[in-house]
T-cell receptor, first 114, second 112 residues
Framework: DADVTQTPRNRITKTGKRIMLECSQT?????MYWYRQDPGLGLRLIYY???????NKGEISDGYSVSRQAQAKFSLSLESAIPNQTALYFC?????????????FGPGTRLLVL | KQEVTQIPAALSVPEGENLVLNCSFT??????LQWFRQDPGKGLTSLLL?????REQTSGRLNASLDKSSGRSTLYIAASQPGDSATYLC???????????FGKGTTLSVSS
């Protein structure tokens, strides 16, 4: 089983709809991240969390919110989706106490906003 | 603000060639630098991580180097194979536990 899983893997939604992307991990890592990837722009950080009680904005947090429900779960919400949020979304985890903080990525969620 | 650049954006080589992918960064005060591989439509797989105190890391046919003074890292792939075809991303972390700043990647195609 994959260590970092994301659901759904693909999603099509309409402008104005609220959607949630979910991330779960079995690696036991405290630190979790949400990135988006756009062609020509690379990966950019949306939000990150160092533990259940810690949430931090990244480079492009506007229009997004997150929830850290447990150590293993970190959800990303689009309150009112817009077409320029069409992208590939990745969740990642890292462990500050081991393996030099290598970040481990999920398989991604491909989101299309019409 | 840290910026990461990868050149070239795309590279095509015949099987068996040794090749070098380049990554440059603007702020030399990095915590670590990671190289990732991304297959089309897939997630990222970590290949190598170099701490700021290290000069290089090796894994199999891959060798990554880090020169903080010049703001450069290279990924050397020996004896390339068609299975090495993918997009290679480098990313810098400025502090422990912070997000990675990614380059836009180099798409490698190895022909048989």
């Amino acid at each position: 089983d994959a260590d970092v899983t994301q659901t759904p893997r693909n999603r099509i939604t309409k402008t104005g709809k609220r959607i949630m992307l979910e991330c779960s991990q079995t690696k036991g890592h405290d630190r979790m991240y949400w990135y988006r990837q756009d062609p020509g722009l690379g990966l950019r950080l949306i939000y990150y969390s160092f533990d259940v009680k810690d949430i931090n904005k990244g480079e492009i947090s506007d229009g997004y919110s997150v929830s850290r429900q447990a150590q293993a779960k970190f959800s990303l919400s689009l309150e009112s989706a817009i077409p320029n949020q069409t992208a590939l979304y990745f969740c990642a985890t890292s462990d500050p106490t081991g393996d030099q903080e290598t970040q481990y990525f999920g398989p991604g969620t491909r989101l299309l906003v019409l | 603000k840290q910026e990461v650049t990868q050149i070239p954006a795309a590279l095509s080589v015949p099987e068996g060639e040794n090749l070098v992918l380049n990554c440059s960064f603007t702020d030399s005060a990095i915590y670590n630098l990671q190289w990732f591989r991304q297959d089309p439509g897939k997630g990222l797989t970590s290949l190598l991580l170099i701490q700021s105190s290290q000069r290089e890391q090796t894994s199999g046919r891959l060798n990554a180097s880090l020169d903080k003074s010049s703001g450069r890292s290279t990924l050397y792939i020996a004896a390339s194979q068609p299975g090495d075809s993918a997009t290679y991303l480098c990313a810098a972390a400025n502090q422990a536990g912070t997000a990675l700043i990614f380059g836009k990647g180099t798409t490698l195609s190895v022909s048989s």
